[in-house]
């Protein structure tokens, strides 16, 4: 019998919202959003270190879009209200690139620069939580981040995830193995407390990156 590759879900998603954002679930045609923002080098620094071309982003349109046909699940469009622009995606996803974790659900993000430091990417994070504990049921979600992305590994954290091991993804016919960072967080520990807000006056941190997870 063939290992199942994530857990079981209890329902089927669609398209949700936060306060700034409409997250729709991504179809072959918001391929055309994504095709600058995914040009972005800084994008996909982790782990392609390189920017995708427009026939990858539409076969990475394509993709998400069946994922979500057959498991009821996946990564949404990320679209600023304010302005009908869209700035990326966030998502669930199964992380197949790193079998050693299955059966598991992975949360990811991947922004356009301009939209970096403004707290979508925990924004999205959060909602995509929201959705895999309340109505999918998870028991633990997961995130696969490489040690250098250090503005990830912040969402992260900021979203209650906590690094449970190291492991290596192994290489593909795009990227060598890479050394990661399994960063977790179980249902009854969502959500977690609220962040403490520094004191008047005192300066925020520096812009973090928001180049999403290993997938």
Known sequence: ???????????????VSTER???LRLRPEHAEALTPIFAEPAVWE???GRGLTASETDDFARRRADEWRDRGFGCWLLVERATGRALGYAGLIVPVFLPEVLPAIEVGWRLDPAAWGRGYATEAGRRALDEAFRKLGLPE????IQPQN???????????????RAATVPASGVRPPLPVGVYAIRRDEWPPPAPRVPPPGRPRPGRARRAGSTS
């Open 150 to 164: 250090v503005g990830s590994i912040r969402v992260a954290e900021r979203l209650g995830l906590t690094c449970r």
């Open 46 to 48: 982790f782990p392609y």
């Open 141 to 144: 979600v997961c995130s696969i």
């Open 21 to 23: 954002l409409d997250m």
């Open 1 to 15: 019998m063939a290992r199942a590759l994530h857990p079981p879900v209890a329902a089927r998603l669609g398209d």
